[in-house]
């Protein structure tokens, strides 16, 4: 089966102020996305990364926080010549933008991500940063955004990738911090989960939505299942953001 046949682009319900976000992660059957110390973080088969590129070819951005960039040597691009096609035949540019997002501005300069010049580098923070941490971004980056002081708006942020820059589908790939960020903040529109066959363990290792979480069933966002599909040992579910437990 095509790896395309679970990558659906949404045709109507598309925010008009923001893009439309999907959130695109791997995690074990036990619900880590990297191991206790960090040191795996990639684990999906070759189809999971062939859905992950074609994820990336429906989207005018692709985001995550800069620390999973770094650590994984990201480039955050199209990938292969074929999704480049792909993302031409749709009307697309044949390289997305790319967003990076630290609070703090801790970004190396030095991080592969920069050495690769064939995309639009954003950078999403806060005043956090500092003016020493942020000239120093603004010279590796095309541009340096700041939304609030001790906490990123995403809600800002987002409407300015979308008036600014014409990001109209954004897909998002962790960490989980970041994710968790976003649900918070109600702004995920799609989940797509890959469940691979594996148990990593240990209290320590990061989910896809890590953060302090939600004390009330209420608070916890809801999802409602789109598809869920067998390749091998793997699940591939697509799940849309209904809101809240408690109906908010």
Known sequence: MNSQAHVATPESGEPSDRPFVVVNMAMTADGKI????RAVASFGSPRDLAHLYALRATADAVMCGARTAEMAGLNLGPGPARYRRL???RGLAEYNLRVLVS???????????FTRRFSPILILTTERAGERRLAALRKVANEVLVFGARKLDFAAALAELRVRWGVRRLVCEGGGELNAALFAAGLVDELHLTIC???FGG????SIADSLGVTRLAEAARLELQSCRRHGDELFCVFAATGRAGGC
């Open 87 to 89: 993302r031409r035949q």
């Open 203 to 206: 209290r320590d290792a990061p």
């Open 103 to 113: 609070g703090t501005g801790s970004i190396n300069p030095q991080a592969a991500i």
């Open 34 to 37: 990297a191991t206790a110390n």
């Open 197 to 199: 066959p594996l148990v």
